[in-house]
């Protein structure tokens, strides 16, 4: 029945990004790490408008390919999202090319100390982002992804994520919690961008070790052998409802709520709790269930 739901799923996924006409980009496979499976799909206004593949290596190397059209976050301040803003890293900013279909195609270049490095440039109305840590290659040369059945599918036969060496002793000891806040200031100030410049809020964990942080906590609570995945959706809901309900961004005391008993639920320390139907129909929008609907039934049903 899980495999049933889960082919439903993906289908779904594959055939609403068809449809949104939004061309796909991923690495071409002469440069993967690992193979790419799916790493996030943006909606606004329930339109596609960003698709992420990402290349997860055990051995800690990491590398996201983001499509994706209309307003988007500096080249910089998006790494530094992820590099953090360390005054003792290196930064740069140079002109670089990417390999489009084997076409070169000019692009701007970022790198921040030794490991991280980022690479846009615009295609036919495609704005291409490629992140890496620990990998790159000169030129990056990226494909259209044709199909994105394959990727979709591997995530049912991806190997359970193994603890990073690199990961720092000075993780928060809530990171599902950290993470949450970090994405939330994330899509807030990605709303800013359109308009301004602002601010990246500082941490002193970079938001890809929270990812990780949160993802061994995660396994370690439950035994949670999807831990990645059950982070992703996590992360996924709470933009979702961040994008998606009004209630969620004007309301901060039914935001406080809904956060709390989400990480409840996720984390397996209270399964039960009052939005337990909202976030189930969320996961199973896939089966044609009204996931904004019944979160707006468990905003009005409050106490």
Known sequence: MGQERFARQTARISREIHDSGLRVFALAAVVEPVAAVFGNLVETGGEITAVQVEYPAPDGRWVQVESARGPLAPLRLLLEQRAGRDAGLNWSQEAGTLLVDGRPVPAETVRAGDRWRAWRCDVEGI???????????????????????????????????????????????????????????????????????????????????????AVLRQRELGDDPDAERSIRDMVHLVSSLQHEADWFRNDADLRRRALAEILLKVTGLSPDVPSSAAQEAWRHRADGRDWRATWRDWAAGRP
Not at 169 to 182: D, F, G, K, W, Y
């Open 127 to 213: 704005r291409i982002t490629v992140l890496g840590r620990d990998w790159a290659a000169d030129p990056v040369p990226v494909v259209t992804l044709a199909d994105p059945a394959p990727m979709l599918d591997r995530l049912a036969t991806a190997s359970p994520v193994q603890p990073w060496q690199h990961l720092r002793s000075n993780a928060p000891r809530e990171p599902h919690r950290v993470l949450i806040e970090t994405i939330l200031s994330r899509d807030i100030e990605h709303s800013k961008w359109s308009v301004e410049i602002g601010a990246m809020p500082d941490s002193s964990v970079v938001p890809g070790e929270l990812w990780e942080a």
